[in-house]
């Protein structure tokens, strides 16, 4: 299997201020057939099912506010939220879909300083 | 507007089986396959399989292979997923979700599920 490592496990961020957070794969999750990485970002609030925000590694979930962003390639991505705001508090994971198994990070947790 | 709607919480013996269904509405349901995710309590995401609802074919976790079967009924728009030789560390909130191209953009709302003697 993928193992997909994140970094941070948490962070606290201030309001207003950058949060990222690092996703590693154990191998390339870049096709390519079409130049697209198999790679997504999911947030969850508690008591809630996770929320696509991100897919493809930079491609933003409609609806997603534009604080969102992804990058990265190959293996390794990183989710920016670049103005931190209350709502955000969250557990993001990412998720890779390159192999016929996918697998998700362990999770980071995003919490206001 | 688009909705995966799971069964019931479920609380079943060490040994039984269960099987959690997940009705899709608001889209062709044959048109995007269905993955399973199963979250343990104070735990992250851990991915069970998927099923395509148009040909049936599935892909199972390893850890899991042997003891889960994902199925689905067209005529119903409703997956199934059952669990069986259930043990304590099988207790989780097990989700579907809508899959496309490896992304899983619709989760329905998680049914419970816990072992204990």
């Known amino acids: 299997d993928i193992v997909m490592t994140q970094s941070p496990d948490s962070l606290a961020v201030s309001l207003g201020e950058r949060a990222t957070i690092n996703c590693k794969s154990s191998?390339?999750?870049?096709?390519?057939?079409?130049?697209?990485?198999?790679l997504a970002w999911y947030q969850q609030k508690p008591g809630q099912p996770p929320k696509l925000l991100i897919y493809w590694a930079s491609t933003r979930e409609s609806g997603v506010p534009d604080r969102f962003s992804g990058s990265g390639s190959g293996t390794d991505f990183t989710l920016t939220i670049s103005s931190l705001q209350a709502e955000d508090v969250a557990v993001y994971y990412c998720q890779q879909c390159y192999s016929t198994l996918w697998t998700f990070g362990q999770g980071t947790k995003v919490e206001v300083k | 507007q688009v909705q995966l709607v799971q069964s019931g919480a479920e609380v079943k013996k060490p040994g039984a089986s269960v099987k959690v269904s997940c009705k899709g509405s608001g889209y062709t349901f044959t048109s995007y396959g269905i993955s399973w995710v199963r979250q343990a309590p104070g735990e992250g995401l851990e991915w069970m399989g998927w099923?395509?609802?148009?040909?049936?074919?599935?892909n199972y976790a390893q850890r899991l292979q042997g003891r889960v079967t994902m199925t689905t009924d067209a005529s119903t728009s409703t997956a199934y997923m059952e669990l069986r030789s259930l043990r304590s560390d099988d207790t989780a909130v097990y989700h579907c979700?809508?899959?496309?191209?490896?992304?899983?953009?619709?989760w329905g709302q998680g049914t419970l599920v816990t072992v204990s003697s």
């Open positions: 191998q390339s999750v870049l096709h390519s057939s079409n130049n697209k990485n198999c």
């Open positions: 099923i395509s609802t148009y040909s049936g074919d599935t």
């Open positions: 979700a809508r899959e496309y191209g490896g992304t899983l953009d619709y």
